[in-house]
């Protein structure tokens, strides 16, 4: 069994909502979280930078009126993302201004930072750090993270090319801490699978897209509905980071994405002139065959927590 922090321990699904650039504001974190997953947003969505903390007082009260009110239910914690990278010049304004609010997790990207995780543990929250591999793994732990997010192959926006089979074996030989798995799943079945693995949690993020909640253009929403894992493109032009696109929406701002030349990795950008692109060009991973419909976000939970359910229960029949 994994080490759990108290955060982590009890949720009613063992599901993380993945922070997606653009898309994810308190209304579909909110939702999230009240439905029994862990939310989770991008500081760097609320702009300008001082946003963030009108965006955290309103997650933070709406939280709280959930649980007044539904005192045998209570919601799921919720999760905010730094960029760690250099590029990210709002950092320590929006580390600031989680620590006012005493963010429960947080979720960093884009390299492993000491002070970031003593910044976290000083308020009592929890750091999860997303990688791609096992030896970015290590480094994280070593940098203290006390969980790791294993970014496999098929996962929407930035995602490595690693085999989850492989990627979470690998990590479990030396690490008993909280491993959430993110790479294709939308479906309660692929839940199950994850911790078959060895995770501790599925990572969804594409499959919210596609929810009333999102802060996503309506065509955006319908292209995850009709596409499949076929429409789906591995490129590292738009940020300097290999991620997978929705080809459509590629092909929509003029581009032929079965020939997107390479991008200089020197040239990250995760916001500023980049906004548009990450507008224009719709992240997206492999795991939206499973989406039909746009829905409630509370609806998807619930369709996902059946099909896990009832995935668990075959499991325990032997079918």
Request: hydrophobic share 45%.
């Amino acid at each position: 069994m994994s080490r759990l922090p108290p955060v982590l321990q009890h949720l009613p699904l063992p599901i993380i909502a993945s922070p997606m650039f653009i898309v994810s504001t308190p209304k579909l974190v909110i939702a999230q979280c009240t439905s029994g997953v862990v939310g989770s947003m991008p500081a760097l969505n609320a702009r300008p930078a001082e946003q963030l903390d009108e965006w955290l007082h309103e997650i933070s009260e709406g939280l709280a009126a959930w649980n007044r009110d539904h005192p045998g239910q209570p919601a799921a914690p919720y999760a905010i993302n730094q960029i760690v990278h250099k590029s990210n010049d709002r950092l320590e304004h929006d580390m600031q201004v989680c620590a006012k609010y005493k963010v429960p997790i947080v979720i960093t990207s884009l390299g492993a930072r000491t002070d970031v995780n003593d910044a976290v543990h000083a308020w009592g929250g929890v750091v999860l750090h997303d990688i791609i591999n096992n030896s970015f793994a290590k480094k994280a732990v070593d940098k203290g993270a006390d969980g790791l997010i294993a970014v496999a192959a098929g996962a929407g926006g930035h995602a490595g090319v690693k085999s989850p089979f492989a990627l979470v074996a690998e990590i479990r030989e030396w690490f008993d801490g909280p491993i959430a798995l993110s790479g294709a799943i939308a479906t309660g079945d692929a839940v199950l699978a994850a911790q078959a693995m060895g995770a501790d949690f599925a990572y969804i993020g594409s499959a919210f897209i596609a929810t009333d909640e999102a802060r996503a253009a309506e065509a955006y929403k319908q292209c995850i509905v009709d596409c499949s894992s076929d429409d789906i493109v591995y490129s590292n032009l738009f940020t300097g980071v290999h991620g997978n696109y929705l080809k459509p929406s590629i092909r929509n701002a003029g581009l032929d994405p079965d020939q997107l030349p390479e991008s200089d990795p020197s040239k990250m950008n995760f916001g500023g002139d980049k906004t548009k692109a990450w507008k224009d060009i719709w992240g997206c991973g492999q795991g939206i065959g499973a989406v039909k419909a746009v829905m409630p976000a509370a609806e998807l939970v619930a369709r996902i927590k059946r099909e896990y359910l009832a995935a668990r229960q075959r499991v325990l029949q032997g079918a």
